[in-house]
């Protein structure tokens, strides 16, 4: 038995004894995402690339959980963890069930390209719906949540490898994604483009990390020297791997034209950190070597951080070691799984908007209008990176599963996309819409069905290089004509919203009764939606994204400066604000406590007392920003700086404790610089931001308390 094979043996030597018997050309054949067959070992080829966004993807029947911007909407951590290892579950039973049949294909591996923790800074960008949302502390600690349930805690083996991504910098244009060099300052870095990729490398320990297409500062960020070396290994401790996106390598010598050939873009990039090439320029690393661009002890280095990897996750263990190996087949898919699912799609959901028609009184409402080009869409279920969901239920049959005795009419009104007829016949109304007013005349509750679905929203298409962006946050189509008119016939309104990111809603906040934000809410949306409207729960999701009013109140996408962006910095009146949703319970705050003072680097805690002044039991995020009243750099009115999801029972009265870290606390100079300056600082805590907007949407005001800071 060679060393490489010595389960008693460490890892590292395992993996530097393997790579000692590998010839070169063997060495680069494993530094692609489409590794060979070391046949001379017995050991099969192994395909890197697999995901799981928000469920196993593109790999046949798994969950499909809500899309990750629905995922954030929860601000429930440890129900994003419970997500996250069922996820990891699935990984593991499909990956051996898939081994044992000699299936070692794309998407069967163990090496998961999730998540993406980039920030959702303009509304604008199509693969916002794949990340968190637009604040970096929500961002990391969902992604903590997330990289800790897919990685497992078994002391020696990995469950799974997680990846966040795209290392950094990047949220749109899609289109100009292989040639856009995104310029951020250094404290625009540290605030905001940095902070989830710090804490989902040194707290949950993430394994690999995927650089991103376009260049930052100059630099192509799969051979970045400053993202790559001086922060992720240098000032971070990385030890993992870094994979390039797909296509990546290639880009660096065509598009960005950092250099001229394949061999000096994979030289260029394996010399600066990046491992792992999902792509086919790597090959050419025979070639760099043979030019002396490169060195095979470069390489063997490059080779040891993937190869360790693949120990780590028991791949050359017999599966009787390897305690992930024994999950059964018979987990995917399975009724646990549907059941949390059902309860993370419960939490994802977010109430903008309630006059008192919800939630609907089942006795009264004999007959329901399901109105919409999504009220019967499975597609505006998944979102993007989804896999095949064994059972999956729309808006409309939604409805008819949870009130079976009502009489439910769909109509579907127009088209997603369906421009008004007039520009074609010179006709009013358009071709669904007299279907849709004739559901709505003879409906006691009308449920209106819109939004967009991952082919309107989403990522650049490989096949025709068009992007995937939005132009501007207006309903596509002839949809805000439907809802008007639909509206006008004056019954009891509900919109459900299916969108990954912000629209204008100012028509529907106007003449619609009710609207609840869905998001793309997973295989059991529909019944879901349903149960929010006819009351089984109160809805708890909170915005992870500010919804703006138009276009024109934000700069423009190319500018990567964050004035003027989100929450933190936006200067206007926003239609609903971060943090905001209401429930079908009010929530009362009081009794804030805190330490009067506190020492520079000392974390704080402080308690606030919840009451629940309604019927129903409801799940009341506890949001907390931090406002530093004598910053000596630009610094936002307040930031999220923790939170914490608490189930509070109708009538109870129940005190809660938060800590707000001390590195909440720190202010990032200009010249990004890191300090803790004594002085004043401001809590808030409460059920959304301290802004007026929330408060004049929800009738409730955000408790503040002071204290200072001392050296």
């Known amino acids: 038995m060679d060393l490489w094979q010595d389960t008693n043996a460490s890892f590292e030597e395992r993996a530097k004894d393997l790579i000692g018997r590998m010839d070169l050309e063997e060495k680069i054949s494993q530094m692609v995402f489409s590794s060979s067959a070391l046949s001379k070992f017995g050991i099969d080829e192994y395909n890197w690339w697999n995901e799981c966004l928000h469920g196993v993807a593109r790999a046949g029947v798994a969950t499909v959980f809500?899309?990750?911007?629905?995922?954030?909407?929860?601000?429930?951590?440890?129900?994003?963890?419970?997500?996250?290892?069922?996820?990891?579950?699935?990984?593991?039973?499909k990956h051996h069930e898939a081994k044992r049949h000699g299936d070692h294909g794309i998407y069967k591996g163990l090496t998961m390209w999730s998540p993406n923790i980039n920030i959702f800074r303009d509304p604008r960008w199509g693969?916002?719906?794949?990340?968190?949302?637009?604040?970096?502390?929500?961002?990391?600690?969902?992604g903590v949540a997330f990289v800790k349930g897919l990685q497992g805690d078994d002391p020696k083996y990995l469950k799974a490898v997680s990846t966040p991504k795209h290392f950094a910098?990047?949220?749109?244009?899609?289109?100009?994604?292989?040639?856009?060099?995104?310029?951020?300052?250094?404290?625009?870095?540290?605030?905001?483009?940095?902070?989830?990729?710090?804490?989902?490398?040194?707290?949950?320990?993430?394994?690999?990390?995927?650089?991103?297409?376009?260049?930052?500062?100059?630099?192509?960020?799969?051979?970045?020297?400053?993202?790559?070396?001086?922060?992720?290994?240098?000032?971070?401790?990385?030890?993992?791997?870094?994979?390039?996106?797909?296509?990546?390598?290639?880009?660096?010598?065509?598009?960005?034209?950092?250099?001229?050939?394949?061999?000096?873009?994979?030289?260029?990039?394996?010399?600066?950190?990046?491992?792992?090439?999902?792509?086919?320029?790597?090959?050419?690393?025979?070639?760099?070597?043979?030019?002396?661009?490169?060195?095979?002890?470069?390489?063997?280095?490059?080779?040891?951080?993937?190869?360790?990897?693949?120990?780590?996750?028991?791949?050359f263990d017999p599966?009787?070691?390897?305690?992930?190996?024994?999950?059964?087949?018979?987990?995917?898919?399975?009724?646990?799984?549907?059941?949390?699912?059902?309860?993370?799609?419960?939490?994802s959901l977010v109430l903008l908007k309630n006059d008192g028609t919800l939630p609907a009184d089942r006795e009264k409402v004999k007959t329901i209008a399901v109105i919409g080009p999504n009220a019967d869409s499975k597609e505006a279920l998944i979102g993007n990176y989804y896999g095949a969901p064994s059972i999956s239920y729309t808006v409309t049959q939604g409805f008819r599963k949870i009130h079976p005795d009502a009489d439910v009419i769909y109509a579907e009104g127009c088209t997603l996309t369906q421009p008004n007829r007039e520009a074609f016949w010179g006709e009013e109304p358009s071709w669904g819409f007299a279907e849709?007013?004739?559901?709505?005349?003879?409906?006691?509750?009308?449920?209106?069905?819109?939004?967009?679905?991952?082919?309107?929203?989403?990522?650049?298409?490989?096949?025709?290089?068009e992007g995937g962006d939005k132009d501007d946050i207006h309903l596509p189509g002839v949809q805000q004509q439907l809802m008007e008119v639909v509206a006008s016939v004056g019954k009891p309104t509900v919109l459900l919203n299916m969108t990954g990111s912000c629209v204008d809603l100012r028509s529907a906040q106007e003449n619609v009764n009710a609207i609840i934000q869905c998001w793309y809410p997973g295989q059991f949306g529909g019944l879901i939606m349903a149960q929010a409207v006819l009351g089984d729960f109160s809805p708890s999701g909170r915005l992870p994204i500010t919804f703006y009013n138009d276009m024109s109140e934000i700069p423009p996408f190319t500018d990567y400066s964050m004035e003027g962006r989100t929450y933190k910095f936006f200067d206007g009146t926003p239609l609903y604000p971060f943090g905001y949703g209401l429930s079908y319970s009010p929530i009362e705050y009081r009794d804030l406590r805190c330490p009067d003072t506190i020492?520079?680097?000392?974390?704080?805690?402080?308690?606030?007392?919840?009451?629940?002044?309604?019927?129903?039991?409801?799940?009341?995020?506890?949001?907390?920003?931090?406002?530093?009243?004598?910053?000596?750099?630009?610094?936002?009115?307040?930031?999220?700086?923790?939170?914490?999801?608490?189930?509070?029972?109708?009538?109870?009265?129940?005190?809660?404790e938060i800590t707000v870290k001390s590195e909440e606390m720190v202010l990032v100079l200009t010249d990004g610089t890191e300090v803790i300056e004594p002085g004043a600082f401001t809590l808030h805590v409460g059920g959304g931001q301290p802004d007026a907007r929330t408060e004049e949407l929800s009738g409730r005001k955000s408790l503040a308390k002071g204290f200072t800071v001392t050296e």
Not at 77 to 91: C, G, K, N, Q, Y
Not at 182 to 188: E, L, Q, R, T, W
Not at 442 to 464: H, I
Not at 624 to 637: G, N, Q
């Open 66 to 93: 809500p899309q990750s911007i629905g995922l954030a909407a929860s601000f429930n951590t440890d129900l994003m963890h419970r997500v996250a290892t069922a996820i990891s579950d699935e990984i593991r039973a």
């Open 127 to 142: 693969r916002g719906h794949e990340t968190y949302g637009e604040d970096p502390y929500l961002t990391a600690r969902m």
């Open 169 to 315: 910098v990047h949220s749109g244009p899609e289109a100009d994604r292989h040639t856009f060099d995104a310029k951020a300052s250094i404290k625009d870095m540290k605030e905001t483009y940095l902070p989830a990729f710090k804490a989902c490398v040194k707290e949950a320990g993430a394994t690999s990390v995927m650089g991103a297409y376009n260049r930052t500062n100059g630099e192509a960020c799969c051979a970045s020297t400053t993202l790559l070396q001086d922060i992720l290994r240098d000032e971070w401790g990385f030890d993992g791997y870094v994979v390039s996106d797909c296509g990546a390598i290639e880009d660096i010598y065509k598009h960005h034209k950092l250099v001229g050939t394949a061999a000096e873009a994979a030289a260029l990039a394996v010399k600066n950190g990046c491992e792992l090439n999902c792509g086919f320029v790597f090959p050419h690393l025979l070639e760099a070597a043979e030019k002396g661009l490169i060195t095979e002890e470069e390489i063997d280095k490059a080779l040891m951080r993937l190869m360790m990897a693949r120990f780590r996750l028991g791949m």
């Open 319 to 347: 599966d009787e070691v390897v305690p992930y190996a024994a999950i059964p087949y018979e987990v995917n898919d399975s009724e646990p799984h549907h059941a949390l699912n059902q309860e993370m799609a419960a939490e």
């Open 436 to 465: 849709a007013i004739s559901a709505a005349e003879r409906a006691d509750l009308v449920v209106l069905v819109l939004g967009m679905n991952a082919a309107l929203e989403g990522e650049e298409s490989a096949a025709t290089g």
């Open 599 to 656: 020492q520079a680097g000392e974390d704080l805690t402080l308690s606030v007392t919840l009451r629940n002044t309604g019927h129903f039991d409801v799940s009341e995020a506890v949001q907390v920003y931090l406002t530093d009243e004598e910053a000596s750099a630009r610094t936002p009115r307040w930031k999220l700086s923790a939170f914490k999801k608490v189930r509070v029972k109708a009538g109870e009265s129940k005190q809660v």
